[in-house]
Every structure is written in C-alpha cells, then in structure tokens.
C-alpha cells in the first residue's frame, strides 16, 4: 500500500508541478523566476549531512535573486559545525578546550544557489532536522534498539484506511501524501547519518586502538629479536677459541654469498645450496670473508633476484629466501652461521654522516620523524647480536660485560669496522661509472664487446631485415656499422644468423630457400650492460676490476665478461708483439726504451685512426706501411 502511494506521488510530481515557476521580463527577456516562496527552504532551517563526517548546516541567509542560466533565483548562504563528539580525521586540536570551541561554534560554509542545496536534498545528500538536539534524541533511540529497527517503523493503518484511498486524487490529498512520503524519506535519511556518525566513531576507535596494538607488536619483535626466538645455529668448523682480550669486531658492510663464492653457471648460488657456501668458506676464504679472529660479519644469500620463472611476481616469491639474513660468527678457529629473523640492509650500522645527511636534505619530508625512524632501525640491527652477547657463549671468553647501546662498556673488546665507507684504492671508479666512459669512445668502426641479453630483454624487436624468428647475435667482439639515432644512443652491429632463408616465389622451380649470405642488423643501446668498448680496454684494468671486492654486486655480469676480455686481449697481445718485432727487423732499429716507445706511440696512433678498428697481424701489409711512415715522422 506505502509503495502504491509513493509511486503515484512521485508520478505525479513529475507530470504536474504543484508551484510552477512564474514567468517574468527582465531585460526584455523571459525567464523563470524561483522566489522563496516556492520551496520549502527559510533561515534557521536544519540540515545533517549523511554522506561525509558527520556535521550539521544552518541556513543563515537567503539574499537577492541573482541570475543563473536563464533562471532568476535566490542565493543562500550557509553555516556549518561539527557534530559534538565527533572531529574529523583532517582536523588537528591539542587539547579539549580547543575540541568545545571547535564544535559549539558556527562558521560560514559559503555562498549557494538554490539548486545546490535542492540537489543536495533531492538526492538524499542532506537530511533535515528540526532541532540541533533531534540528533542526539535519535542517536540514543538508536543505541537502544541497535538490534530492533522496529522502532523507527511508521504505522500506516491510519494514514490510508483502504485501497479505495487511492482514488481520490484532489490536490490537497495529494499533498498530504507527499508531506507524509518526504517525512519518512528523511527519518531514513536521518537514521543512514545517525549508522554513519556511529561507524565513523568506531573507526577512530579502532584506529587508536591499533595504533596502541603496533606499537605493542614492535616491542614484542624487539624481545624476539634479542632473545633469539626464531634463530637457527649452525656451527661450520670447531677449534681453539680466540684469547679473552682479542677485541670483537663488527663489520659493517653487508656481504652476499653468491657474489662471494662468484660461481656463475646456473645464475649464481641461491639458498638451495648455502652448504657450498660453507665449503668454499672452509677451503681457504675464511680470512677473505672474516679477517680477524674475533668477529661478526652480516651475510646474505643474494643481492639480486635470481631468475625461477618468467612472471614477474612468481619469481619474487621463489626468491623470498634469498633475501634471508645471516651472522657468520668466527671466535678463533670455530666458525657459526646463524639465521636470523630479521633483514638488515644496507649496513649494519649507520655511515658517519648518514643521520647529518637527512637533515641536510630538503627533500626530506618530516626529518625528525625520519631520523627516528632510521636510528630504531639500527637499533633493531644491534639487538639479535647484543642477545647473542648476553644468553651464549659463541664469543666467550670476554674480559667484561659489552652493551652495544653504551660506547663506555666497549673499552677495547668491540670495535666498529667502517667497511662500507671505503672507496676505491688508487683513483679507480666504480665499475658502472668505468664501463660508462668505457662506452662514450663508441663511434662507426668502434669495436665493442657483445656479452648477450638479460633473461628480461626482448631481442626481437632489435632485429633488421630478418623475421622475428632469427636468432640474435652470439656473444663476442663487434665494429659499429652506424648509428639509428641522431644522439648516437642505439648503436647497429652486423652479423650472419646463417638461418634459412625462404622464396616462396620460387616454390614451383624447387629453389626457394637457402642458408643466409648476407648479415643483418642488431641494435644495442650505448650504455646498455651488454655493451662494452673493447678498443680502450686494458689488461690492468681488467685484473683490478676481477679481483675488486667492492664491485661484487656484477660478478654475473662482469666475472665471466672479464675473464673472456682478458683472454682476448692477451692473444691479440701475442700477435702485437709479433707485429712490433716486424716492425724492429723493416727498419733495422735498436730494441732499447725509446725506439719502443716510437713504435708503441705510432702502432697506438694507427689503431684509432683507421675507421674499421681490427687487430694488428704481421700480414697486415696496409698497416706496416702506413706505421712505418709514421715511426720515421716521429724519428725526425
């Protein structure tokens, strides 16, 4: 009956207006005029808003009619406050005072047409209230009957008798059945904002009460930490123990066991094998990794993902176990490793400056609150270590009690080790950036070192004049046919798949394929990994860069790249000397210090002048006289 009601309402109030606009000329226009006096809008009136944190708005003042549209209408002005107790979550108070001025005071909201506020009731955005207190009225009839909403219910018995009701369709009956509609509409309304103003309640209830359980659940992880409650001990070699006085250090640095043991085949050592750590630990490389007789060096498994699957997210969960940390404790001649339930990156304690270095950056946002966060994160370093201080005796024997969190109790037992602090001995750069001057030599006839793709890379799209099908080049050393950019960033090299080729156009006469004759296209990126120049390498260089520590983290990459340079280089070395001995005998020249180095100065001259870099054979009849000519210029 209620439903039959409203929808008679509701289809008569959009095929009859019950207060139809009045029409008027204003300059020489006509237009509708809306006057107050056509909706059920004055000053004073209540609204709660249902839709956001709960807050109430007040009609302060209706103003002259401006014009919108072609409608000639009022324009309202609004005051709104926050319902007390309640603030919402983007406002800030310190202290009560502060919260009763904030809710017992009206402020202005601003200035709206009737549109706005018709659309806002129109579309069940507003509620109406009566009084400021109806809230609280219905908000305790609510915590009453939370479980009961029978109480909000309207009878109808009285309001219509019978179906025969319906009939009767006058003006003023039809009216009464609006007013009645709308007063149930907005109870609704009422009791939607009154669920959320209790919801939103509970939300900041409940986020203070996380707030408190974090900051519990952090200070039971501190406990674990220390006490060791997920640890694992794993003893690798036994022994003599160091003497009482030997000082305790501990190594700063961050150290990865497959960059360590630096086996390449199969992507590297992961943590199905950690045994071959241990192995190749014991077989001669305990001083490299724990140089001094009492110490405590953080390990590892891997620093980069290695490759499981070509899915992006199911590689990183096989890879979870790599990025496991462990102690590798020695104490003389025994030797721990312990697993540890916690993940320490990027050291083990903080640089010199790195805390002065957060508040020296202006982009940094809330230093305080960074710098407290970064120091409870060494902190939580520290404490599985001062733990195994304490409730083992891995370290014993030690001349007095050692609190890591107070410097007055290391007298000369514990020593920091700054080893992640250290640059590279004499001048040399840091791999990446060597590689990178290394690489701006690269010009037409350049030769460069190829070392083949990474598992992520798309060959595909390099090829030229080849289907997608063709296999891309193999590794090794290649000249630069020209650049495919003006910035000379995507380098061309050529190379023979020697696949086959198909003619289907020739199918019927049976000569329709062959083995490929000529080369293809392959485009490289200058600075790209598998991209070095090979014509400014030196074999120093590469010796240095093999055995550099601190530039592990490209072992994958640089190990095996190297090693096959260093080869190259040294056979072409054979040859050169060769060359050179050639050179002695043509022009009859005394093998002493500075007829050698006319000849070194005028073979290095040749190398970067010719286009088409090539090594030097004793063949080379082009390059005898041309180096010959250039030794006699240099003589005179």
């Known amino acids: 009956m209620e439903n039959k009601i409203i929808n008679i309402v509701n289809t008569r109030k959009d095929k009859t207006p019950i207060n139809p606009p009045l029409k008027e000329k204003i300059d020489n226009r006509e237009i509708s005029v809306v006057l107050k006096e056509d909706y059920d809008i004055k000053v004073g009136d209540l609204f709660l808003d249902v839709e956001r944190d709960p807050e109430l708005f007040r009609i302060k003042k209706i103003k002259k009619g401006i014009f919108k549209g072609n409608i000639y209408t009022e324009y309202i002005e609004t005051e ?70 029978s109480v909000f219910k309207e009878k109808t018995s009285q309001e219509v008798s019978s179906e025969t009701s319906l009939m009767r369709m006058d003006e003023n009956y039809l009216k009464s059945m609006e007013k009645l509609y709308n007063e149930k509409q907005n109870k609704m309304l009422l009791l939607q904002g009154i669920a959320r103003y209790k919801m939103l309640q509970l939300q900041v209830i409940q986020k203070q009460f996380l707030t408190v359980v974090e900051k519990i659940q952090k200070v039971i992880g501190k406990i674990e930490l220390y006490l060791g409650v997920n640890e694992e001990v794993i003893q690798i070699q036994d022994g003599v123990v160091a003497d009482t006085n030997e000082p305790i250090h501990l190594f700063q640095k961050i150290l990865y066991m497959d960059e360590e043991v630096g086996v390449v085949e199969d ?31 953080i390990l590892r498994v891997r620093r980069n993902d290695k490759c499981y ?37 990027p050291r083990l304690f903080p640089k010199k400056t790195e805390i002065d270095d957060i508040n020296s950056d202006e ?65 040399h750069l840091p791999y990446s950036e060597w590689k990178e001057e290394l690489n701006s030599h690269n010009e037409i006839g350049s030769r460069i070192v190829y070392s083949g793709l990474s598992w992520r890379s798309e060959p ?33 090299i050529w190379y023979n798949p020697e696949d086959t080729v198909y003619n289907w156009g020739n199918y019927w006469s049976g000569n329709y394929s062959h083995v490929r004759k000529k080369s293809v296209a392959f485009i490289l990126y200058r600075n790209e990994e598998c991209v070095m120049n090979y014509d400014h390498l030196k074999v120093e260089d590469i010796d240095f860069y093999i055995n550099c520590r601190q530039e592990r983290e490209h072992y994958l990459d640089l190990i ?77």
Request: net charge positive; hydrophobic share 35%; proline share 3%.
């Open 80 to 149: 709104h406050k926050y319902i007390r107790g309640f603030i919402s979550s983007s406002v800030e108070v310190d202290s009560e005072e502060e919260k009763s001025e904030y809710y017992n005071k009206w402020k202005r909201y601003g200035d709206h047409s009737i549109s706005d506020i018709l659309s806002k009731l129109e579309h069940n955005r507003w509620a109406r209230l009566d009084f400021e207190e109806q809230f609280f009225e219905l908000l305790n009839k609510y915590e009453e009957n939370v479980k009961d909403f």
């Open 267 to 297: 992507g590297g050592l992961d943590w199905k094998n950690i045994d071959d750590f241990d192995n190749w630990l014991l077989k001669g490389h305990l001083d490299l990794i724990a140089p001094v007789k009492k110490c405590i060096v």
């Open 309 to 345: 699957y070509k899915n992006v997210w199911d590689n990183k969960d096989a890879n979870q176990e790599n990025r496991y940390t462990y102690f590798l404790i020695r104490n003389g001649d025994k030797v721990y490793r312990i697993y540890a339930s916690i993940i320490i990156e």
């Open 363 to 427: 982009h940094v946002w809330r230093k305080e609150e960074a710098v407290k966060e970064k120091i409870d994160k060494y902190h939580n370093h520290f404490l599985p270590i001062q733990g195994i201080l304490d409730r083992s005796n891995l370290l014993w024997p030690l001349p007095h009690k050692i609190d890591i969190f107070d410097e007055n109790t290391w007298g000369k037992i514990l020593i920091l080790v700054r080893d992640d602090e250290l640059t590279l001995p004499d001048g």
């Open 460 to 492: 595909k799209s390099r090829i030229r004049g080849a289907s997608q099908f063709t296999q891309s080049p193999s590794r090794g050393i290649y000249n630069v046919k020209r650049f495919e950019d003006e910035t000379k960033h995507r380098l061309v």
């Open 560 to 636: 095996p790249l190297l090693k096959t340079l260093k080869k190259e280089k040294l056979k072409e070395k054979v040859e050169e000397d060769a060359f050179k001995e050639l050179i002695f005998i043509q022009l009859k020249l005394e093998g002493n210090k500075q007829n050698r180095e006319i000849v070194d100065k005028a073979i290095e001259w040749w190398k970067f002048k010719v286009i088409e870099k090539r090594p030097l054979i004793r063949e080379d009849a082009k390059a005898i006289r041309m180096i010959m000519s250039k030794i006699r210029k240099i003589s005179v």
